[in-house]
């Protein structure tokens, strides 16, 4: 039977701890840097920052080409705290050329977001297929033309031929219960 010297147990415990230990704490820190990149604040910010002006360009491209200079995108990626320093934000405000009025996006009436929001999904499509190379040829859209009033369909369909023209989009699946839109689209299958 072998005597177990608990000194010297705790002693090769120190030893090995004291070698692996920064090992561990390097590791860790390489860790936290990969986190912080792939997290919330890191690339995928610098990357959207660096694509808002490209994208603003694009919506408002898009918009004018369907309602004129009727609605044009900004971007805000800051604003001031309660006690002055800089935050990092994202606000969409909407300029409305009818009303010289600024808003944010969430503060206007259904209709019209519907607008701004399909617009803006078309830019960021555009400036992720000029970044990978990999454009989607076909739209799906679901019921989006719901709020829309009877004129603003027409515009809205405008909108989407400017947006196939702006991503190279051949197709858009609308599904409506318009009856503007179905006598106004080349092909329909209605059920």
Same mark, same amino acid.
């Given at each position: 039977?072998?005597?177990?010297?608990?000194?010297?147990? %705790?002693?090769?415990?120190? +030893?090995?701890?004291?070698?692996?230990?920064?090992?561990?704490? &390097?590791?860790?820190? &390489?860790?936290?840097?990969?986190?912080?990149?792939?997290?919330?604040?890191?690339?995928?910010?610098?990357? /959207?920052?660096?694509?808002?002006?490209?994208? #603003? +360009?694009?919506?408002?491209?898009? /918009?004018?080409?369907? =309602?004129?200079?009727?609605?044009?995108?900004?971007? #805000?990626?800051?604003?001031?705290?309660?006690?002055? !320093?800089?935050? #990092?934000?994202?606000?969409?405000?909407? =300029?409305?050329?009818?009303?010289? !009025?600024?808003?944010?996006? +969430? @503060? @206007?009436?259904?209709? &019209? !977001?519907?607008? $701004?929001?399909? *617009? @803006?999904? =078309?830019?960021?499509?555009?400036?992720?297929?000029?970044?990978?190379?990999?454009?989607?040829?076909?739209?799906? @859209?679901?019921? *989006?033309?719901?709020?829309?009033?009877?004129?603003? !369909?027409?515009? =809205?369909?405008?909108? $989407? +031929?400017?947006?196939?023209? *702006?991503?190279? *989009?051949?197709?858009?699946?609308?599904?409506?219960? %318009?009856? &503007?839109?179905?006598?106004?689209?080349?092909?329909?299958?209605? /059920?």
């Amino acid at each position: 039977f072998h005597h177990l010297d608990f000194n010297d147990v %705790s002693i090769k415990l120190i +030893e090995a701890t004291g070698h692996v230990l920064p090992m561990i704490t &390097e590791d860790l820190q &390489e860790y936290t840097v990969i986190q912080k990149s792939f997290g919330s604040e890191g690339i995928q910010v610098l990357d /959207l920052e660096s694509s808002i002006p490209e994208i #603003e +360009e694009i919506t408002n491209s898009i /918009l004018c080409d369907s =309602y004129d200079d009727r609605f044009t995108v900004s971007f #805000e990626t800051q604003r001031n705290s309660a006690d002055g !320093r800089k935050i #990092e934000d994202f606000i969409i405000n909407v =300029y409305d050329g009818k009303s010289g !009025r600024i808003k944010k996006l +969430e @503060l @206007l009436c259904s209709g &019209e !977001r519907v607008w $701004i929001i399909q *617009a @803006l999904y =078309y830019a960021f499509s555009v400036v992720r297929s000029r970044k990978t190379g990999f454009c989607f040829k076909t739209r799906f @859209l679901d019921e *989006a033309d719901g709020s829309l009033d009877s004129q603003s !369909r027409g515009r =809205y369909l405008k909108m $989407i +031929e400017s947006a196939h023209e *702006a991503c190279g *989009a051949t197709l858009t699946v609308l599904i409506t219960h %318009s009856q &503007e839109i179905k006598d106004v689209v080349a092909q329909k299958i209605e /059920l």
